[in-house]
Structures are given as C-alpha cells and as structure tokens.
C-alpha cells in the first residue's frame, strides 16, 4: 500500500478524498476541487457528453508537490459544466522502472531485424 500525504484542507471536508468507487477498481476517483463550476462551450463527459482529457493521460513525477491539475477537452456540441465535486478522472498508482542506457557497436541479429511497422506478421 502506497500512503499519499495531502496537503489540501478541502479534500476530506469539502470533498471526498479520493476512492475506489468498487472492490476491483484500478483507478481512484479524481474531483473537480473547484470554488466555483467550470463552464466548456462544447461539452460532454466521456462518451455521455464527449469530454475527454487534453492529453489522454498524465504522468506525475515522484518530486512533483503542486496541486493536481487535470485538462479537459469537449467534442461535443453541447454546453457541458463540470460541478464543484465531481468526478472528473481517475488516478492509479504504477510502478516506474529506471533505465540506464549502454552505447554498444553493435546488437545481436533477430529473425525480425529491423523490420517496422507491420513486420511482425500479425494482425
């Protein structure tokens, strides 16, 4: 289990922190932490209302201490707001694997070699 220190009075009073909404969700439940509604001139959330986020998906760095921000993007044609407390995204924990690069002459020959897209011979 992963402890998470928050810094935000609001959450937990004004709203929830975040949560599992189910038993087997794999994302805790990200909300609108806003003081006033937000208003998109062409809304809709996710397949419903057509929002979706600005760039598909976020990474936080472990050294990151600001607030969360999320960027939402409407499709729709439709007006949609976003609600102090809403659910708005989702968050989930994964585990990061470092890399360190070694420069080499050369690489062992594959059957593949250096065929790109589509050489794998599936479907």
Known sequence: MIQVKVLDARLGVEF?????????SAGLDLRACLDEPVILPRS??????????????????????????????????????IQ?????????FLPIVRAQFQLVDE?????????????SGKN
């Open 84 to 92: 102090p407390g809403d659910r708005i995204a989702q968050l989930v």
């Open 16 to 24: 929830p922190l975040p949560r599992y909404e189910t038993t087997d």
């Open 44 to 81: 809709g959330l996710g397949h419903k209302h057509g929002l979706v986020l600005g760039n598909l998906v976020g990474l936080i760095d472990a050294d990151y201490q600001g607030p969360l921000m999320v960027s939402c993007w409407n499709r729709a044609k439709a007006a949609y707001t």
């Open 107 to 119: 690489f062992e020959e594959t059957e593949r070699g250096a065929g790109g897209f589509g050489h």
